[in-house]
């Protein structure tokens, strides 16, 4: 065709030949038996029978494991352990009482045994409407305090005394003045005075309009009057793997 005349035919270069890559070469399989490669060992190989036809069952008519074989037959006959069960309980025919309906407390002493006495709580008696006689609550004790009991010793007693209007203790005539009534001296006078700092109030924002270039505008790495300038690399053109290397100054 007029296109492939077109195109530039380039001269073929052996070097390109390589030949087929390992994907073109057919090894012999490990798997199985037939056509096995003959360099590995061989395992024993095992088939899967079909299915039997249903044909047999009316060929062989056998029964299967059905029978029930009691557990307690042996290969020696039937076993001859103990075997226990449990019955349900009998009904009482005769009722017989238990240690608690007896009371032996309420038997009569015998051969001349000592009984302890025995009490007996009775009601409340009515008062008579002519006793006159005073219930406890009824007496007053003389306080225990003051010295006003007759037959019990007295401690010191003590009075607390109103203020007196005039000439009192209360009463400050002289005008005295108290000890809040003084102001206190400034110790930086009599003594050595510390330095005394103050705090200056929040500087107002500038208000320039003009824009001003953040941190990330400046590119410190690429400064290298001062500091020394890391190696640069840069990638070239790839070369031919069929061109012949310059070799200069060969040893003889």
Do not use: W
Request: glycine content about 10%; hydrophobic content about 25%.
């Amino acid at each position: 065709s007029t296109k492939s005349q077109m195109e530039k035919k380039y001269p073929a270069i052996a070097g390109r030949e390589k030949g087929p890559g390992p994907g073109r070469y057919g090894l012999p399989p490990t798997i199985g038996f037939i056509g096995h490669d003959f360099t590995k060992p061989t395992s024993p190989a095992y088939s899967f029978h079909g299915r039997i036809n249903d044909n047999m069952y009316c060929v062989d008519s056998s029964p299967g494991p059905q029978y029930h074989v009691d557990a307690k037959i042996t290969r020696f006959g039937k076993d001859g352990t103990p075997a226990y069960s449990m019955l349900g309980r009998m009904k009482e025919l005769f009722q017989t009482p238990g240690p608690g309906a007896y009371s032996p407390e309420k038997a009569p002493p015998c051969n001349l045994q000592r009984r302890p006495p025995s009490y007996t709580m009775g009601s409340r008696t009515h008062y008579r409407s002519t006793d006159s006689v005073p219930a406890p609550n009824k007496y007053c004790l003389p306080p225990l305090m003051g010295p006003q009991v007759p037959n019990k010793p007295a401690s010191a007693s003590y009075t607390i005394s109103g203020s007196y209007s005039t000439g009192g203790p209360s009463v400050d005539l002289a005008k005295t003045p108290g000890p809040c009534r003084y102001n206190s001296t400034d110790p930086g006078i009599y003594l050595r005075r510390q330095p005394a700092f103050s705090m200056l109030g929040r500087h107002s924002l500038p208000r320039d309009a003009t824009k001003k270039p953040g941190p990330g505008t400046y590119n410190p790495e690429k400064v290298t009057v001062d500091k020394t300038r890391a190696p640069a690399f840069s990638l070239g053109i790839r070369h031919s793997e069929f061109v012949t290397p310059l070799v200069v100054n060969v040893s003889d």
